[in-house]
């Protein structure tokens, strides 16, 4: 089992750190908004791997991949909702709160259910997973869905760990660029901009 378990811990951490939306999302919104922000944004966002797991370990995400119109369908819903969540930055006063009052302030619930179905709704998570985790199953005599869910869990857990650590060296960031009076414009674009190419990333 950890013959298998080690080479995928290594390999989950290395596509972890590579720059990709979920990353990029967690350090602009630590940023913006602080860490802890940040982590729960991160929280959601992790726990849509258990969607994505569970889909694999029943095999949905293969009848998912092999039917063209309902991938696309899938992919049309997620794009929508990134474009939305776009919108409503776009919207939204450019002045940052840097202090903990305003942080406070922010509705953390939302932020949890904002990452989770970022993620839910984008099912190249899931043709992902597909074609990853087969290749790490360890037993021909545990139940294959078992193996899948422990992989998932692995997952996420390391995925956790580095996305608390970015939220936490992003808030450290923050410090040095609140000074700077056009920081709010700044980092308003940047999270439309990051919520706009995650949209264009689902359909390359």
Do not use: C
Request: aromatic content about 16%; cysteine-free.
């Amino acid at each position: 089992m950890l013959e298998q378990l080690l080479p995928f811990l290594t390999a989950s951490i290395l596509l972890t750190l590579a720059p990709g939306p979920d990353i990029i999302y967690v350090l602009v919104r630590s940023i913006a908004y602080g860490a802890k922000q940040g982590i729960v944004t991160a929280l959601g966002l992790v726990s849509g791997i258990i969607v994505h797991t569970t889909l694999v370990a029943f095999g949905v995400s293969a009848v998912i991949k092999q039917s063209e119109n309902l991938f696309l369908i899938i992919k049309i819903f997620g794009a929508v909702y990134l474009l939305y969540l776009a919108w409503q930055v776009y919207k939204s006063d450019a002045k940052i709160a840097f202090s903990a009052e305003g942080v406070a302030n922010k509705k953390l619930g939302s932020l949890y259910r904002q990452g989770f179905i970022m993620n839910v709704l984008n099912p190249k998570v899931g043709i992902f997973f597909l074609a990853f985790f087969p290749g790490f199953l360890w037993s021909s005599e545990l139940d294959t869905v078992w193996q899948f869910y422990i992989l998932g869990l692995v997952f996420m857990f390391q995925a956790l760990l580095i996305f608390i650590f970015v939220s936490l060296l992003a808030d450290k960031i923050s410090v040095y660029i609140k000074s700077h009076p056009k920081s709010g414009h700044f980092l308003k674009w940047m999270q439309v901009v990051v919520f706009m190419l995650i949209a264009l990333l689902i359909f390359i």
